[in-house]
């Protein structure tokens, strides 16, 4: 049966036999077409899990928050033929905080089998290592940069910290990891809790829950520019 294989990538290990299944690097490998968030890191996966061959071989389509629906006519046309696809996100699982989720909805529109192969998620990763509230969280993605917008997610936020007990999980571009540090020590109460994990399944990995009271004694962690996730619960 015509098969899209969901294969997460990396989080920035350049070791991919060691945070992936042997059964993902496998269905990479019979793939010949790809469907990507960016060429650059599935290139890079391929050349890292199969040093022996050419990376780019495989064709690709690329599919991210810049594709227009208009493009997605081209990627229909992949769906009607016999070969298998691979779905690959820059970094974590595909459809997961990622763009890949049309793709999906094309293969099951088109009748394909959809298969997910296990490898990292940072989101599960970091609520794992968090000591929060693992049975009923929020991810909110990337945090708006608009003041109002912000200022709503934030009430947002709260409301299901105060409400429903929910695990609030967001994150932000690497060179703005500092300011929202600061922020959350300025919005948050001093006995609400707050993780941070940094270069999550890398060697510099770091992931540290405290109160707000204990963040605001200890010395400001270093997360500029470094993959980050914020973790807020009671």
């Known amino acids: 049966m015509k098969t899209l294989h969901l294969i997460p990538n990396t989080l920035g290990c350049r070791l991919p036999h060691e945070v992936l299944s042997q059964r993902a690097i496998d269905s990479l490998q019979l793939c010949n077409r790809l469907i990507v968030e960016s060429d650059r890191s599935a290139r890079r996966l391929l050349k890292d899990a199969f040093p022996d061959e ?139 809790q707050l993780c941070v994990a940094v270069d999550i399944t890398l060697e510099e990995e770091w992931i540290q829950s405290k109160t707000i009271e204990e963040w605001r004694k200890e010395t400001k962690p270093d997360l500029n520019k470094r993959p980050c996730l914020f973790l807020i619960g009671n």
């Open 54 to 192: 050419n990376p780019n071989v495989k064709p690709s389509f690329l599919l991210n928050e810049h594709t227009q629906p208009e493009d997605l006519v081209d990627l229909l046309q992949w769906f009607k033929s016999d070969q298998d696809i691979a779905l690959l996100s820059d970094a974590g699982a595909p459809g997961v905080a990622d763009p890949g989720a049309a793709a999906v909805r094309m293969a099951h529109n088109a009748g394909w089998r959809v298969v997910p192969h296990a490898g990292p998620s940072s989101i599960l990763l970091a609520l794992m290592a968090s000591g929060m509230n693992g049975q009923n969280f929020a991810f909110k993605g990337y945090l708006p940069r608009d003041v109002q917008r912000r200022d709503k997610i934030w009430k947002e936020m709260n409301d299901g910290l105060q409400r429903r007990k929910e695990t609030q999980i967001f994150m932000e571009p690497p060179y703005r990891n500092d300011a929202t540090f600061a922020e959350c020590l300025k919005r948050l109460n001093t006995d609400q």
